[in-house]
Nanobody
Framework: VQLQASGGGLVQAGGSLRLSCLAS????????VAWFRQAPGKDREFVAA????????YYADSMRGRFTISRDNAKNTVDLEVNVLKPEDTAVYYC????????????????????WGQGTLVTVSS
C-alpha cells in the first residue's frame, strides 16, 4: 500500500484544515489507518485512527473534540478534519496504514503501522 498525504498549509489560529490520505496499491486488503503528527523537536504522537471499514474511530485524549477522522473506502481516502487550530498544532502530519490480520482495533502505537505516507506540513500562525 502506498499512501499520499495532502492538505497541509499555513493557516491562522482558529482556522480549519482538512487533511487527506490517498491509498493506492494493494488497497483490496483490509487495513486500519491512523494519523500521527510530529512537531519540531518532539516525538511523533498519535492523533486519531479509524478501523478498516470506518465503523470505529479513536482519538488521542488531547485531540478529542477538534479532530475528526473519516474514511471513504470507495475512494481509498482517509481524511482528518482539524478545527479551531492552535499554534501548538503546528507539525508534520503523517498517515499510516496497518494491514495486520485480525487486528480489528487500530493501534495507537506507531510501530504497529507498516505503511507510511510522506507527511504534510501544517503551520498555524498566532
Amino acid at each position: 500500500v502506498q499512501l499520499q498525504a495532502s492538505g497541509g498549509g499555513l493557516v491562522q489560529a482558529g482556522g480549519s484544515l482538512r487533511l487527506s490520505c490517498l491509498a493506492s496499491g494493494r488497497t483490496t486488503r483490509r487495513y486500519n489507518v491512523a494519523w500521527f503528527r510530529q512537531a519540531p523537536g518532539k516525538d511523533r504522537e498519535f492523533v486519531a485512527a479509524v478501523n478498516y471499514n470506518g465503523g470505529d474511530t479513536y482519538y488521542a485524549d488531547s485531540m478529542r473534540g477538534r479532530f475528526t477522522i473519516s474514511r471513504d473506502n470507495a475512494k481509498n481516502t482517509v481524511d482528518l478534519e482539524v478545527n479551531v487550530l492552535k499554534p501548538e498544532d503546528t507539525a508534520v502530519y503523517y498517515c499510516a496504514a496497518d494491514d495486520t490480520l485480525f487486528r480489528f482495533r487500530p493501534s495507537t502505537d506507531a510501530s504497529a503501522y507498516n505503511y507510511w505516507g510522506q507527511g504534510t506540513l501544517v503551520t498555524v500562525s498566532s
